[in-house]
């Protein structure tokens, strides 16, 4: 089945620092997400991507969709101590899933921010 | 504001008895997900709906877990004979067919925990 790999598994930065993760797959995806969540509870969406080489920003958080289209990335720039949290890329192939639109799961980054 | 909302937040149940979760999704979407998500584990898929129609049933679904949505609008899901095994976070999502691509909005979760 499909799997994602995220890394790195945890950081520990300082404040202010910028911060770069990423999420790879043996397969390809069409779309990918990515996610924060805090805990207890859900998932909440960060940001979208859906073609490949597409490079999109919500402020501090920039993602791209890789040109090979198994891979993306998420940077936060000037962290800040609420960006704690745990990181998750999504992705999703209506196609190679055989018409579903189930989003497939990496692990996760925890991110620890020290003031 | 109207995001999704599950109900209850927390379930406490002893090994064997059923217990049941309620979904109420984003007011205008037509698709809704259920996820299971473990801890140190993103989340996994579990069912979806478009509509009434429950169109995906992963194999993680057992024949002791049933879903509804009877009237397209609200979700149940059901876990009958509960084992400890059961015990992890399920999570509902919804999106909206014919939106931005496949954003899935997730709820705040039910957390699950089975003596």
């Known amino acids: 089945g499909q799997q994602l790999n995220q890394s790195p598994q945890s950081m520990f930065i300082q404040e202010g620092e910028d911060v770069s993760m990423n999420c790879t797959s043996s397969?390809?995806?069409?779309?990918w997400l990515w996610y924060k969540q805090d805990p207890g509870e859900g998932p909440v969406l960060l940001i979208a991507?859906?073609?490949?080489?597409e490079l999109t920003s919500n402020g501090r958080l920039t993602a791209q969709f890789g040109i090979t289209r198994k891979d993306s990335f998420l940077n936060i720039s000037a962290s800040i101590p609420s960006d704690v949290g745990i990181y998750f890329c999504?992705?999703?192939?209506?196609?190679?899933?055989?018409?579903?639109?189930?989003?497939?799961f990496g692990k996760g980054t925890k991110l620890t921010v020290n003031p | 504001d109207t995001g999704v909302s599950q109900d209850p937040r927390h379930k406490i149940t002893k090994r064997g008895q059923n217990v049941t979760f309620r979904c109420d999704p984003i007011?205008?979407?037509?698709?809704l997900y259920w996820y299971r998500q473990t801890l140190g584990q993103g989340p996994e898929f579990l069912t979806y709906?478009?509509?009434?129609?429950?169109?995906?049933k992963s194999r993680l679904l057992s024949d002791r877990f049933s879903a509804e949505r009877p009237k397209g609008s609200f979700s149940t899901l059901e876990i009958q004979r509960t084992e400890q095994g059961d015990s992890a976070m399920y999570l509902c999502?919804?999106?909206?067919?014919?939106?931005?691509?496949?954003?899935?909005?997730f709820g705040p979760g039910t957390r699950l925990t089975v003596l």
């Open positions: 397969s390809i995806f069409n779309t």
């Open positions: 007011s205008e979407h037509n698709r």
């Open positions: 991507l859906y073609k490949a080489g």
């Open positions: 709906f478009q509509n009434e129609a429950q169109l995906e």
């Open positions: 999504a992705g999703q192939n209506y196609i190679t899933q055989g018409g579903s639109e189930k989003l497939v």
């Open positions: 999502a919804s999106s909206l067919l014919g939106g931005a691509g496949n954003e899935q909005f």
